[in-house]
Structure formats: C-alpha cells, structure tokens
C-alpha cells in the first residue's frame, strides 16, 4: 500500500526555536497534504490543508506565522514552528491524499513527537 | 456543529474475546465513514471506508457497520489478539462546497488486550 514518511520521527528543542518536520509521500503523487495535531488521549485536530504549489489553508486558532507549511512538490510537504514554546509540545501527524486513487484515499504518516524544554 | 461521538472511552477485553466499539455522529452532508487502528505514537491506519448506501464492511477479523439513518456505526472485533491493543478512531468524511472532504475525527476508544 501507499506510505507516507516523516522526519524526524520524535524531536526535542529548547523554547524559542524552530523546528521542521517533513512529510513525503513515497510511491504515489499527492496534490493536497494535510497536517494534524494530537495531544495525548486527544484525538487528531487539522491544523492545516496543504496544496502543492499554492498556499495552505488553515483551521479557526491556528497561527499561519507560527506553524510555516510548504509544498514545494507532489511528494514533500514541510511544517516549520517557528519560535517554539513548551505549549506547542505534540504529536504532529501528516496525511497525503493519492492524486492517482479515489478521492476518499488518504494515507497517514507515522507522526513526529515534539517536545519543547 | 459536526461531531463525532465514541463510546466507551476505553476498554480491557481478553485476548481471544470478541468487542464492539461504537460511534455516533452529527455530520451533514455526510460523504463517508471511515474507522482506523491507531497504535500508540503512530499514524493512524484505515481499517474500513463505507459510503451512505453500504451498512457493512469487513477487514479480516474486523468489521463495521453503518446505520446512516440513526447515524451509527459500530466496529466489532472478533477473537482479539494482543496486537489489537490500541485506540480506534471513527472518522467521518462531509462534504464541502466545491467537492472537497473534510474529516471529523472522534476521540477514539483505547483497546487493551490482556493475555
């Protein structure tokens, strides 16, 4: 089946810092991306809808200047947050929709764990 | 408000003992349901998809159903393995104005199977 990589799987940064995350797509194209936040025992919250080659879309709350997306390709798709605080300590998790396959097609990434001192 | 609903919050079955995990939802329009196996500090995994005219969908020992009218779905497990522990999300997919699907994720039911 398609899989979707993240990089790095688990990060851990000192506050007011900024961390990228990639999202790759491996052996499919992927038009829209989308990038989702999970606090433990909480379930996935979409932060943001990412098109390759256009800017991304993002949910009520969550801050455009905070929380960096870009989707240079059909396959990669990045999350930066900037100036990272302890509160942004989280599980971000990626989904790539398969350009190729049926709409309702989404694949999920294994997740990065941030963690902020 | 588009919400989805799971019960129970959690559950300790006995390895080779059969479950059923429900969900309820407040989504219009709806476009799909979707339930996936998320294993802890994972990325969730599709187990099933139903649209509004299917009301039964199996996956190997997992299978779920779909009552579009009373809004329900259900996935029930049979003879569980240790490996099955893990939290169950029900997702279900609205359709937005200009075709696109946006998924409302529920809280997901946390499964331990116990030897």
């Known amino acids: 089946g398609a899989v979707v990589s993240q990089h790095p799987s688990r990060v851990i940064c000192k506050s007011g810092t900024s961390v990228k995350i990639e999202c790759r797509s491996l052996?499919?194209?992927?038009?829209?991306m989308f990038w989702y936040r999970q606090f433990p025992k909480k379930s996935l919250m979409l932060m943001a809808t990412?098109?390759?080659?256009?800017?991304?879309?993002?949910e009520q709350g969550v801050e455009k200047d905070k929380f960096l997306i870009n989707h240079a390709s059909l396959t990669l798709s990045t999350l930066t947050v900037t100036s990272a605080h302890p509160e942004d300590s989280s599980f971000y998790i990626c989904?790539?929709?398969?350009?190729?396959?049926?709409?309702?097609?989404?694949?999920f990434g294994p997740g990065t764990r941030l963690t902020v001192l | 408000k588009n919400q989805v609903e799971q019960s129970p919050q959690s559950l300790i079955i006995l390895e080779g003992k059969n479950c059923t995990l429900q969900?309820?939802?407040?989504?219009?329009?709806?476009?799909?349901l979707r339930w996936y196996k998320q294993d802890t500090g994972r990325g969730p995994v599709s187990l099933t998809i139903m649209t509004f005219s299917e009301n039964t969908k199996s996956n190997g020992r997992y299978t779920a159903t779909l009552d579009a009218d009373t809004k329900q779905s259900s996935l029930h497990i049979t003879a569980s393995q240790l490996s099955d522990s893990a939290s169950y999300i029900c997702v279900v997919s609205v359709r937005l104005s200009g075709g696109y699907n946006k998924l409302i994720f529920g809280a997901g039911t946390r499964l331990a199977v116990h030897p």
């Open positions: 989904s790539a929709r398969d350009l190729g396959a049926h709409e309702y097609t989404q694949y």
């Open positions: 990412s098109n390759e080659g256009s800017k991304a879309t993002y």
């Open positions: 052996d499919f194209q992927a038009t829209t």
């Open positions: 969900c309820n939802y407040t989504v219009s329009p709806f476009s799909n």
